[in-house]
């Protein structure tokens, strides 16, 4: 994807981007994991936008300022918990990449990290998430030249090696 799509371990909330996406709960209003750790850094703004919201469906994504973060927006999107497989869990975990991305769309931002949706305390297994997330991405990528940069940032080395096997299958080598 010449370039567009970068794997790498670190913190979300260090990203200089147009927009950091937010694993969120249903609320948008805090909690565990990346969503508290972003809401924390972006500071009490966030929280104050974020109440003006109305909350966010599963699969949905809205978008608040980046405030203290060094990106200047936060993509909301509520990621399915994992039940097994067999209540639609795929389906809306792309949803959530592929709606993600059509907001920066619209709203003219060219670069976005993602941080790996579902996988933590939501339990999606890590090994089915990364190509449903890498194979959106692509689509989205390949259908709007307007977005620059996707990057996975991912939590542990553990997370980074998964995705980066993943994506030689999914982008090739080179």
Not at 115 to 137: D, K
Request: hydrophobic content about 40%; glycine content about 14%.
């Amino acid at each position: 994807m010449d370039g567009r799509v970068v794997i790498t371990k670190g913190d979300v909330t260090a990203f200089e981007v147009d927009a950091v996406v937010n694993a969120a709960n249903k609320t948008l209003l805090g909690g565990g994991g990346v969503d508290g750790a972003i809401h924390r850094a972006a500071g009490p703004q966030l929280l104050e936008e974020c109440r003006t919201l109305g909350g966010c469906e599963t699969g949905q994504a809205k978008i608040t300022g980046g405030y203290r973060l060094p990106a200047r927006h936060v993509i909301h999107t509520v990621g399915p918990v994992w039940h097994g497989g067999d209540r639609g869990e795929d389906a809306l975990l792309a949803a959530c990449y592929r709606n993600s991305l059509a907001l920066a769309a619209e709203n003219g931002l060219a670069t976005v990290a993602f941080p790996s949706i579902s996988t933590g305390a939501y339990g999606f297994p890590i090994r089915r998430a990364a190509p449903i997330a890498l194979r959106t991405v692509r689509e989205a990528l390949e259908a709007d030249p307007s977005l620059r940069k996707v990057y996975f940032v991912c939590f542990s080395e553990g997370d980074m090696e998964v995705y980066l096997e993943e994506a030689k299958e999914i982008f090739g080598e080179g």
